[in-house]
């Protein structure tokens, strides 16, 4: 599943690094809550200015809601945090996309993973985004990843579905050039 929080008007830009490594942890922390179980899994994210962009995997539309939800407060508890500050952060409910198809996962993942290049005329064509899940990804193609991933635990936890797992990489191995269309 695809899904697009968008940040309600006024806000700092949320690629901020004083806001993004706090947005990293809740990230972390939403797919190992207890309250969510195994029912719901960030696998990819990136931070753009105004909107969060994820691929999750959800046993089912409760699960998917819930979980959603508890990240979408503990992304919001994170900002506002940082900011002082109290209120709404989000400015709509969250987007959600299914994902049926190899094709459409390995897209999702250039979209999600790439969307940098897609936002930030600064964005190098080579450059592996460092406020998402990139630097962790273990899908690019060889010699196009991070030369070393970083050390500390991954924010993701790995695909339990087959095409969020094995499916996609039938349709070829992510180039670190990609672009999302």
Request: hydrophobic share 45%; glycine share 8%.
């Amino acid at each position: 599943m695809h899904v697009t929080l968008r940040a309600r008007e006024g806000l700092p830009p949320l690629r901020d690094r004083a806001i993004f490594p706090e947005m990293r942890e809740a990230i972390r922390a939403a797919s190992r809550s207890p309250a969510v179980g195994s029912g719901f899994r960030v696998v990819q994210f990136s931070v753009q200015d105004d909107h969060v962009h994820l691929i999750v995997e959800a046993h089912d539309a409760d699960d998917l809601g819930r979980g959603v939800q508890g990240l979408a407060i503990r992304l919001a508890r994170a900002i506002n945090r940082v900011l002082v500050a109290s209120g709404k952060v989000w400015g709509d409910r969250y987007h959600a996309r299914d994902l049926r198809t190899p094709r459409e996962v390995r897209a999702a993942i250039v979209y999600v993973l790439m969307n940098a290049k897609k936002h930030l005329r600064r964005a190098a064509k080579d450059a592996i985004d460092e406020l998402s899940s990139a630097p962790w990804f273990d899908g690019f193609r060889p010699g196009d990843a991070a030369p070393c991933p970083p050390l500390d635990e991954p924010p993701v936890v790995l695909a339990r579905t087959w095409l969020g797992a094995i499916g996609w990489r039938r349709c070829g191995l992510v180039r670190i050039d990609e672009a999302p269309a």
